[in-house]
Structure formats: structure tokens, C-alpha cells
């Protein structure tokens, strides 16, 4: 997913924060929590518990029961992905 000044999109993507592998710097948000890793094809990948969320900068994601919304709150554009499906704003 990318959030960018006019708008919010998603791709496929080999980027590391797309595949969140312990150990990895793109993960180091995770390491100074006590959120659990899960198992994944051999990996350990890094988990956002639902009701928690992560900032960075004017980035923001949030995990619920009902999806996860990120957002750029200086644009305000994002977006939110559930099992209904991505909603972008």
C-alpha cells in the first residue's frame, strides 16, 4: 500500500515492510513491544494486535476486529482493508 499526497493505492510488493520478518530493520517498531510473532512458511512475522496502533511520523495504522485502517494524517488520505475488501480515502 502506498499513501501518497493526492491519493491512496496498493500493489503487490516485495518491500520488506510488506513482509515484516523478525530481525529485519523495517521491524524494529515491533521490538520495543511485547506484541507476539506468528509463524508463517518458516518466518516469524511480526504482528499489530487488534485495538493497537503504530505511528510513524504522519503515519498512522490502526488494527481492529473489523480491519485495518492507515492513514496519512497530514493529507489525510488512506486507506482501510477487511475482509470486505480495501476502501480507500
Not at 493526492?6 to 520495543?32: I, L, M, N, R
Request: proline residues 6%; aromatic residues 14%; glycine residues 8%.
Amino acid at each position: 500500500m502506498t499513501v501518497e499526497a493526492a491519493e491512496a493505492k496498493y500493489f503487490c510488493s516485495g518491500d520488506p515492510t510488506a513482509f515484516p520478518v523478525k530481525g529485519q530493520a523495517s521491524v524494529a517498531w515491533h521490538d520495543a513491544t511485547d506484541f507476539p510473532w506468528v509463524k508463517y512458511d518458516g518466518f516469524k512475522l511480526a504482528v499489530l494486535p487488534y485495538g493497537q496502533k503504530v505511528v510513524s511520523g504522519s503515519f498512522v495504522c490502526a488494527s481492529e476486529k473489523n480491519g485495518v485502517t492507515c492513514a496519512n494524517t497530514a493529507t489525510a488520505h488512506g486507506f482501510r482493508i477487511a475482509l470486505a475488501g480495501p476502501v480507500f480515502f
